[in-house]
């Protein structure tokens, strides 16, 4: 949902500006005004929907089911290797088969019910407090880089935007640029 790229490499600013936005019915409304109202609700996970102290996080047990990647993982995309004993620095058989057109990958979790669960109430079900917690998540995987690096999150099309009321990857760059100092550039894809 992130891209970095060093501040020498000139981004496109680029806007969208094809027709106009529907006109708003109900649900739109309804999504529109739902991270509001999440606010104001007492505190459920985003996951089974148990009471919790906050909003913004998870109960334990959804918390537990998470699979953080730990080492040893590919050096480019995090894979983990398992109980394979490999030196740091090895790349799995995928990225060695295929040389990926990036420079690493930082993966929060490993994909299971759970965290594809999390992204869903982050993305479509209107969890915006969710976005310091995901993006501490990121934030722990994530190597330091050189201060002079920008923070650019994908871009949403403009219509579904503004169906959803927010860019769940920019709410997630937001978090990270702060928390690193690094300069956030929106408009950079
Ligand atoms: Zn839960
Ligand atoms: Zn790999």
């Not at 993966?107 to 501490?136: E, Q």
């Not at 579904?160 to 997630?172: D, E, K, T, Y």
Request: glycine fraction near 6%.
């Amino acid at each position: 949902m992130l891209a970095a790229m060093p501040k020498t490499s000139s981004p496109r600013n680029k806007a969208c500006h094809e027709g106009q936005p529907e006109a708003a019915s109900a649900v739109m409304l309804k999504q529109a005004f739902a991270p509001l109202v999440d606010l104001v609700y007492p505190p459920r996970c985003p996951i089974c929907g148990d009471a919790i102290g906050e909003h913004g996080a998870l109960c334990l047990p959804c918390w537990n089911e998470l699979v953080i990647p730990g080492e040893p993982v590919c050096a480019s995309c995090q894979r983990p290797f398992g109980n394979a004993d490999m030196p740091a620095g090895s790349l799995c058989a995928v990225c060695l088969a295929e040389q990926p057109r990036h420079a690493g990958i930082s993966a929060a979790t490993l994909y299971n019910d759970t965290s594809r669960k999390l992204v869903l109430a982050f993305k479509y079900g209107n969890k915006i407090a969710l976005s310091r917690m995901l993006a501490k998540m990121i934030l722990a995987r994530l190597p330091e880089l050189e201060s002079e690096w920008l923070v650019v999150p994908v871009p949403l099309h403009f219509r579904r935007q503004w169906q959803r009321g927010f860019n769940q990857s920019a709410l997630l760059a937001r978090e990270i640029a702060k928390a690193r100092g690094h300069e956030l550039l929106v408009d950079g894809l």
